[in-house]
């Protein structure tokens, strides 16, 4: 079972920041945030990860709070093409238990 | 640098037929992980295996399924007398093994295989 709720979906204006939310209030302190995406029906493509600090690439950003409770993906200026379902997975970082479990995500949608 | 490749994209079955599906994951990469996905339904895990070892089938279907990654060549999954159900989109990802693990590098994954059996 997925160990994330997000909002179901959200929509955000074309060259605008996307902020998308994500609770994860049992994670383990080992336990890494992942961020991946699936675009229609293409395979999940990787975002971001982190542990405790806050990470940026060139594709988002990933906010994580102290207590690592929650967490926000930021993509700083949206556009048509980021329109996705956009999943926030808690990942354990080795063994049997370092598989990807995907929730419901929630679905992004960039108006024009 | 190659991705993660799956084929065929598209694989049509008719009933009680065998299925192969094929992963090559990325250079240098030596786990690999097989995902289902319903229509219209989220990305179930099925398994996860490393060179010639399954190190987690807990998402396997008990009967019908399986998974082999051999020392030499892709990833297999098979699925023997395909039934109407196992229509779906199977993905498969890889991950690289040895130092890069410890600092939990992410999954990449191929653009699947769509199953449809008639």
Redesign the interface.
């Known amino acids: 079972d997925a160990k994330t709720t997000q909002p179901t979906s959200m929509d955000c204006a074309e060259g605008r920041a996307a902020n998308l939310p994500c609770n994860h209030s049992t994670i383990s302190g080992n336990e890494y945030v992942y961020w991946y995406r699936q675009i229609h029906s293409q395979g999940p493509q990787y975002i971001i990860h982190g542990l405790k600090n806050n990470e940026t690439n060139e594709m988002a950003s990933l906010i994580i709070t102290e207590d690592r409770k929650s967490s926000t993906l930021i993509l700083p200026h949206a556009t048509l093409r980021d329109t996705a379902v956009y999943y926030c997975i808690v990942r354990s970082p080795t063994g049997a238990n370092s598989k990807l479990t995907f929730g419901k995500g929630i679905t992004l949608s960039v108006r024009p | 640098n190659a991705g993660?490749m799956q084929n065929p994209r598209h694989l049509v079955r008719r009933r009680g037929q065998e299925a192969r599906l094929r992963c090559s994951p990325m250079k240098g990469h030596s786990h690999v992980?097989w995902?289902r996905q319903l229509p219209e339904e989220?990305?179930?895990?099925m398994v996860?295996l490393q060179k010639e070892n399954i190190?987690?089938e807990s998402g396997m279907p008990k009967e019908r399924f399986s998974a082999e990654f051999p020392k030499e060549g892709p990833s297999i999954l098979r699925i023997q007398q395909v039934v109407r159900g196992d229509s779906a989109?199977y993905?498969c990802?890889s991950?690289p093994s040895g130092r890069s693990?410890?600092n939990?590098s992410?999954?990449?994954?191929?653009?699947?295989t769509?199953l449809t059996v008639t």
């Not at chain 2, 989220?42 to 895990?45: A, C, I, M, T, V």
């Not at chain 2, 992410?106 to 699947?112: D, K, R, S, V």
């Open positions: 993660v992980y995902y989220g990305l179930k895990f996860y190190i987690d989109a993905f990802a991950s693990a410890i939990n992410p999954l990449h994954f191929g653009n699947g769509r």
